[in-house]
């Protein structure tokens, strides 16, 4: 699949998030939580009845990894008045896919049975060397009326 198709593929499913969560005639409203300036991105993106968090690292050895980078996305889920309970979907990148399997039961804490829909993704490299995991999230949070 090439870069064009994955963008197509990407403003479909925005679209098809925001036209099942907003009425026909509301436009969503974005807030932009934690921007990063000196990388350029948003830490944390509330869209419609959706958060957005940014990837999350953990380095060191896998379960040190896990609880770094779990531990962080407990913190920004709690700012944002929300728990592993809220989260729909996990996406994690690792460059060691059996050392995350041996570790699955740290991760099994933090989301205490409500596990997401989930992707897991073994990459050659991550932003920066010696970072092992990263895990963004998306959770569900209805706005406030």
Do not use: C, H
């Not at 409203?29 to 958060?51: F, L, P, Q």
């Not at 953990?58 to 728990?83: F, Q, R």
């Amino acid at each position: 699949m090439n870069i064009p198709t994955l963008r197509g593929l990407a403003a479909i499913l925005i679209a098809s998030v925001f036209a099942t969560t907003l009425p026909a005639n509301e436009t969503p409203r974005i807030e932009r939580v934690k921007v990063d300036t000196d990388i350029g991105y948003s830490e944390v993106v509330r869209a419609g009845d959706y958060v957005y968090i940014s990837g999350n690292v953990g380095w060191g050895t896998m379960p040190e990894a896990v609880k770094i980078a779990y531990d962080s996305l407990e913190k920004l889920l709690k700012e944002n008045g929300l728990t592993f309970a809220d989260v729909v979907k996990e996406n994690a990148y690792t460059t060691d896919m059996e050392a995350l399997k041996a570790a699955r039961s740290l991760r099994s804490a933090y989301y205490a049975g409500t596990f997401p829909a989930a992707t897991w993704v073994q990459v050659d490299r991550l932003y920066n060397e010696g970072i092992v995991l990263e895990v963004e999230l998306i959770a569900y949070a209805p706005a406030k009326k």
